[in-house]
């Protein structure tokens, strides 16, 4: 079996975006267990957030008239009238040349339209000597300025990190409706690997890391992970397994087997899930050549190279961006990080390059430096934060230049 | 009650690594359930991996001298003498002039040295024209080359991530011992403070988000959270329960009542809770100068301003470090975020300004966007991606600057 078209890395990942289609299978679930979930539809506020006015800082609510002119030489005098307790209302009306204390928080009185900072006053007995002037507005959040009640508070396809929830919680929402998270279904094959628990392994055979590396990515990005176990380089076994776990599952991802050998039944597996079938076998991208993408129907099948390495970047690469996709979330991916390379790295042009890198700090400088090794060795990786990508158009970088860093989450 | 003395960004980390030691007790966990803990002893390597020489492409394994001169113009040729299965010893040794073939991840015969890939060769009738020559090595990894048998595999304090799992399982490991993960309990403070859940608020209420925020940070970091509720500005209930939850955690967070006001009893509730106690009261920061640092005896005591939007900024600026490090985790924050900003942005010298941003992609150039707002507003953290920290020398930042950016997680 020959690569039959082998794609660049752009292309690979627009074929993703044309093709992968979210889950559109909701549920509702506590507010307390929806982090990382991705709302499954747009939500309004039904509330104000403040729904009334709350001062920002500990200080005397006041007509921010009566404080014009006043200066640390020319104080202004003005007559405490009471004090605002948290969580309750003012004690009354606020009239001219009166002064309320209300703390952080607190609700301002009717009349008042601004807040003088505590440390900007002096109380004496009663009359409060202000030593600034304020503006209207000043230290107060108003009504709504938060949230206004029948704004879209957040839109459909947003993934819900700590504000969300917390914007939600100030509405009183406690439920809300996602997108169901997507069951990733796996198997690794060849006739090579043996369970993780093997005590003692016969000549040839090595232990299933791809197994447990995988599986750490999917649950670590906070999707569900069905280890289907081991299949032997046997193409009816393969297909067999492959079509239980793809009914299970709502993608599929298999490991091993997808490079050019006799035995490397995958492509043809992949292709005989179901239609449309793959769109990518082959990437022109060192390591991880030997990747395979389809779709079995609206679900996912990602063949992963065997080398362990080759098959955590791969699918820190593509796999990573499937799933975001199939959970509806919109993802794009955003390579922020930089640092200095250490040394030269060559390249082949017309190839994407990844290279392991460790980084570390000097002066406030931050500096990646390759740590070179077989596509196969997971100690490589072990020894790296992230990798640097060295695009197809150039021949490498040079020690000094500052490069993208993908980081290893 | 007054800031003792405000302290800087800088010196409250240096106090946090000074203060916080990582909790002590271990426990043994299955490895697929051990991502994102600690490591709390080193771990050898028990095995060589891999334990035979494999072939790290599809090819012929041959004396790679018998290779030597061999070109496209001027082919070598070799006889074919069985072929290596998958997981099985090879059928025999390897003479000279001979090849046998071997697939990707197959075991090398005895008197081969290295491995030509099958593409470079042609198969006419078990007489195999080879076009290169290969050198010793070549397409090889050695026995112990990912992993030496007795080498250091991992130092204590690593987290592991998906690369250390698979090195583990690629030894045989299924256990692992582990720094168990803190327990951290959390208390809301506020008369103004009712729980989420509530249908209608009377006037002056809030519903408590950063019960909700602060819990799905640490949730989201991989920690314990325990919601202790919400607890009126009453220093008995406020320390009975602070107290209580103290004993049930590693680690006590309250939110609320750490500014200057009348009835803000934190810093004395937290001062009363153990010995060292206090070691920040204020910091020279915006926002969240009212943060409480303590330790009561080695349990760290952390109080957050009551400001949703503030609570968050501190907790994923201080918390993270102070959780991250209870955990055994040699934790360094790296800043290799990097954005333009699209507009100028003014600061105060001898304070840190964080600054909330919005970050957008155009022609490969990434920007930071501010959003301003008061810091109570939570609205402005929805809209963003991270912050820009303006440090405390600073006057500002200038449109176009490049700045480092700190992503919430």
């Known amino acids: 079996m020959k690569f039959f078209q082998v794609k660049s890395v752009e292309e690979t990942f627009s074929l993703i975006k044309e093709q992968i289609q979210p889950i559109t299978e909701y549920i509702n679930i506590p507010l307390f267990e929806a982090l990382h979930f991705v709302v499954a539809e747009d939500i309004y506020a039904s509330e104000n957030v403040p729904d009334f006015r709350r001062s920002t800082v500990d200080g005397y609510a006041v007509k921010a008239k009566d404080t014009f002119g006043s200066s ?6 003005l007559t405490l009238a009471g004090e605002v307790q948290m969580g309750q209302l003012p004690p009354g009306v606020l009239q001219t040349a009166e002064v309320m204390y209300v703390p952080t928080g607190g609700m301002l009185p009717e009349g008042s339209d601004a807040v003088i900072m505590i440390e900007h006053c002096e109380d004496m007995d009663g009359l409060i000597n202000v030593f600034r002037q304020v503006a209207p507005g000043e230290n107060v959040i108003s009504v709504g300025e938060d949230m206004q009640k029948g704004a879209l508070l957040l839109r459909k396809g947003t993934k819900l990190r700590s504000q969300e929830l917390g914007a939600l919680a100030s509405q009183g929402i406690t439920e809300v409706t996602v997108i169901r998270k997507p069951i990733i279904g796996y198997l ?5 690997i043996v369970p993780i ?3 003692r392994l016969a000549p040839g055979e090595v232990r299933d890391m791809n197994g447990m590396t995988i599986g750490a990515l999917v649950t670590g990005w906070g999707f569900a992970f069905q ?10 076994e393969f297909e067999k397994a492959a079509r239980e776990m793809l009914e299970k599952a709502d993608c599929l991802i298999v490991s091993g087997g997808s490079s050019v050998g006799a035995k490397d039944y995958s492509v043809e597996v992949i292709q005989s899930l179901g239609d449309p079938g793959v769109f990518v076998h082959g990437v022109s991208i060192k390591p991880g050549k030997p990747t395979i993408l389809s779709m079995a129907g609206r679900k996912p099948v990602i ?13 820190h690469l593509f796999g990573k961006a499937i799933l975001e996709q199939l959970n509806g979330f919109r993802y794009q991916e955003k390579q922020l990080t930089f640092a200095r390379v250490t040394k030269n790295i060559p390249s082949s042009p017309g190839r994407t390059d990844y290279v392991r890198v460790r980084l570390f700090e ?4 931050w500096y990646a430096e390759p740590i070179f090794g077989k596509s196969g060795l997971i100690s490589t990786l072990v020894q790296s934060e992230g990798v640097i990508e060295i695009a197809a158009r150039s021949e490498g970088v040079q020690k000094g230049d500052l490069v993208p860093i993908r980081i290893f989450q």
Chains 1, 2 share one sequence.
């Not at 640390?72 to 005098?77: C, V």
């Not at 289907?228 to 380089?233: E, L, N, T, W």
């Not at 000097?362 to 400088?365: C, G, H, K, L």
């Open 72 to 77: 640390e030489s020319f104080p202004g005098f």
């Open 188 to 192: 690794s094959s060849g006739d090579e």
């Open 197 to 199: 628990e093997t005590e």
């Open 227 to 236: 280890y289907g176990g081991i299949v032997k380089d046997n193409r009816e």
């Open 303 to 315: 063949g992963l190279p065997g080398h362990p390495a080759s098959a955590i970047i791969i699918f």
């Open 362 to 365: 000097e002066d406030r400088i």
